[in-house]
């Protein structure tokens, strides 16, 4: 079976681990234009604005029926993470409008996921099912999303396969209640059986169809004939579906390209995913709440001259947002275009705040995003996929939110309790973090959206300048991340009314005076509706993971443009790395396993009969537990050595990893 468009290299980042920062974010600029370009003559996000429109009808007919309603969606890692951070949005405009909040996110491993991925239950179809209906109790409808990158993950794909069990189940009974009728001579109007939910299923994913993942889902192996054993089948039986029934389902399935960082789909695919889900909610959002969509910039009163970046940015926001014409779906998709094109503007700034993330990492030491609403939260989801994506201890890098876990809106509140990496207010960092930082090797980066904020200089809060200055007073470099709006006005704390279009410096010069770097974005509009801030949003997740994507491959931890420290986590991400020590190494897949087992267990030999154990114990087995939750990861790196150089021992393989952890270093030292 071909390899999957979103496990495959990028074409155009083959040397990522070659260039320096500025190519680095130059060469995700051109991964992220493929995202509305489309990529190998396969259908791109434009191509599926029909099946965008037809999530669209369904989501309208929910939130026109939002008391009795329900809009899940679901995921693991990155998709639960921006299927989280769209369901607060959402419901905090519902709210404001005084509506019932009808959106919910499920998550594999629940909230506390946001922070420390638990893969392991991504395979766990019988507990995807059960938060599935637990989301869904007393609700007449609800529309499942089911999100998974590569329509591949189990979480997801058991949620969209009992949606397609429940409405072939109703179908069947509705049926069987008409013959009944007409058999009686009654009527009978082929309605649903009273109490049932109703329910719309979409999944959500960037292969064609019949590039899902084909491999039995381990839980599903001994289900009788006809049923889905794969998330093939899944997809199949939805594309069909979808034909038959196309008010009910859909198969959201763009192809945007390889990521950058082969397979890691927390960049492009976690960028799609965002667009995808508000594009597809914003008319029934604006429709229930009587919000504008697309509207334009709120003007401040006597604007200063702006800055040739903030004149083009004002000029590209005239066109919609006016009143003047229905806004469309490929008004909203060009926004989503025109917010990337902008914030790559900035890319020599960007390289900037790359270079001082490196410069932190390589030397042993950590980073903290610091800032409030939003772009905060944006920052600590970030921050959570490094220890999955590269392996790095989960203190390495951390974000803190003003506010914490109340200013987060997440299902489960303050889940500080479970332990420090929970903890996320500034407060938290003050007391915590900061004395633990080294001067002249850590690193601070505030995010900042000028257009939030009131009492603000700028859109940074007191708090968050007073922990600022307390890290510079320790002489912890300071860095940071602003976004404006041309012509938006708001308040500013130290001045009054304020325009935007003069940057960082002009917005809050104290954060500025701070800054070893800094970046200021000049987007042409903010907002998706009015108060939603989608497009900062979306220009802060790019920046964001060009700053920690960039300083990971400075670190060494990419190699070409592959992940070399990411561990097995899951089953898809077993058979990632599997495939992976096969490449590097190249040897046959079976001898790779052995060695990827022979590091994940810390032996020279492997017992009798521990390759035919199921495939997740190896998956608990090389998973860190908490007390391991802070030290470099080093399963796959161990492993690639070994295939490398099979006179290694574990023993030595570790010792030269302790030495260098950069496997392509270690590789060529001990090469004849």
Avoid at 166 to 181: L, P, T
Avoid at 266 to 272: A, E, H, P
Avoid at 412 to 438: C, H, Q, S, T
Wanted: charged share 20%; net charge negative; proline share 6%.
């Amino acid at each position: 079976m071909p390899t999957p468009v979103t496990e495959l290299p990028n074409e155009l980042t083959g040397e990522l681990d070659t260039v320096g920062a500025l190519g680095i974010v130059r060469l995700l600029r051109s991964t992220d234009a493929q995202i509305f370009a489309g990529w190998g003559g396969l259908p791109s996000l434009y191509d599926r604005i029909p099946e965008i429109d037809r999530v669209a009808a369904m989501a309208s007919l929910l939130l026109a029926h939002h008391e009795s309603s329900a809009i899940v969606m679901s995921g693991s890692g990155t998709s639960g993470r921006i299927a989280f951070l769209v369901a607060v949005n959402m419901n905090r405009l519902l709210v404001a409008a005084g509506k019932t909040p009808c959106f919910r996110y499920l998550m594999s491993g629940g909230d506390p996921a946001l922070l420390i991925s638990d893969e392991l239950p991504e395979d766990d179809t019988e507990l995807a099912v059960a938060d599935l209906q637990a989301a869904a109790a007393g609700k007449e409808r609800v529309l499942l999303i089911g999100i998974t990158c590569g329509l591949s993950a189990p979480y997801a794909g058991s949620m969209v396969d009992f949606t397609m069990d429940a409405f072939e189940a109703e179908e069947a009974a509705a049926a069987a209640a008409a013959a009944a009728a007409a058999a009686g001579g009654g009527g009978g109007d082929g309605a649903p059986p009273a109490g049932g939910t109703q329910y719309y299923g979409v999944a959500m994913g960037f292969n064609p169809v019949e590039l899902a993942r084909g491999a039995p889902i381990e839980m599903w192996r001994d289900r009788p004939a006809g049923r889905s054993k794969t998330f093939l089948d899944v997809a199949r039986r939805l594309d069909a579906l979808q034909q038959r029934c196309p008010g009910h389902f859909a198969l959201l399935n763009p192809v945007v390209g390889p990521e950058p960082v082969t397979a890691s789909s927390r960049m492009k695919g976690g960028s799609v995913t965002k667009v995808l889900l508000e594009a597809a909610f914003a008319r029934g959002m604006s429709e229930a709440t009587g919000l504008p969509l697309l509207p334009a910039p709120t003007a401040a009163a006597a604007p200063p001259a702006a800055p040739p970046a903030a004149a083009a940015a004002a000029t590209a926001a005239a066109a919609v947002g006016d009143g003047t014409a229905p806004v469309t779906t490929e008004d909203v998709l060009q926004a989503f275009e025109m917010c990337v094109r902008h914030t790559y503007l900035q890319a020599d700034d960007i390289a900037e705040l790359v270079d001082a993330a490196g410069g932190a990492l390589r030397g042993g030491g950590r980073m903290a995003y610091l800032g409030g609403g939003s772009a905060a939260c944006m920052g600590f989801i970030d921050a959570s996929e490094m220890p999955d994506t590269f392996g790095c201890p989960f203190d390495e890098v951390r974000g803190f939110v003003d506010g914490g876990w109340a200013a987060v809106g997440n299902v489960d509140g303050d889940i500080g309790a479970k332990g420090a990496l929970f903890r996320v207010g500034l407060g938290d960092f003050e007391r915590e973090v900061l004395p633990g930082l080294v001067a002249g090797r850590d690193l601070v980066c505030v995010l900042a959206d000028g257009g939030v904020g009131a009492g603000s200089a700028g859109g940074v809060s007191e708090a968050v300048l007073a922990a600022a200055t307390k890290a510079h007073a320790a002489g912890v470099k300071v860095v940071a991340a602003y976004w404006e709006t041309a012509g938006e006005g708001a308040e500013a704390g130290e001045g009054g009314a304020e325009a935007r279009g003069g940057g960082l410096g002009a917005a809050c010069p104290a954060l500025a005076a701070l800054c070893a770097a800094s970046v200021t974005v000049t987007q042409p509009r903010s907002e998706l509706l009015r108060g939603y801030r989608a497009f900062t949003e979306f220009s802060t997740k790019l920046v964001a993971n060009a700053v920690t994507t960039g300083a990971q491959v400075q670190k060494g931890f990419v190699y070409g443009n592959r992940m070399i420290n990411v561990g097995p986590s899951n089953n898809k991400i077993y058979c990632r790395c599997v495939e992976l020590i096969s490449l590097i190494a190249k040897v046959p897949p079976a001898d790779a396993e052995q060695y990827m087992l022979k590091a994940v267990y810390r032996v020279d030999e492997l017992p009798a009969g521990l390759m035919d154990e199921p495939t997740s114990n190896h998956i608990k087995a090389a998973t860190p537990s908490e007390d391991k939750r802070l030290e470099q990861q080093q399963t796959l790196p161990l492993a690639v050595l070994l295939a490398c150089k099979p006179d290694f021992t574990v023993a030595a393989a570790l010792e030269a990893l302790a030495k260098d952890p950069v496997v392509r270093n270690v590789i060529k030292a001990h090469s004849a």
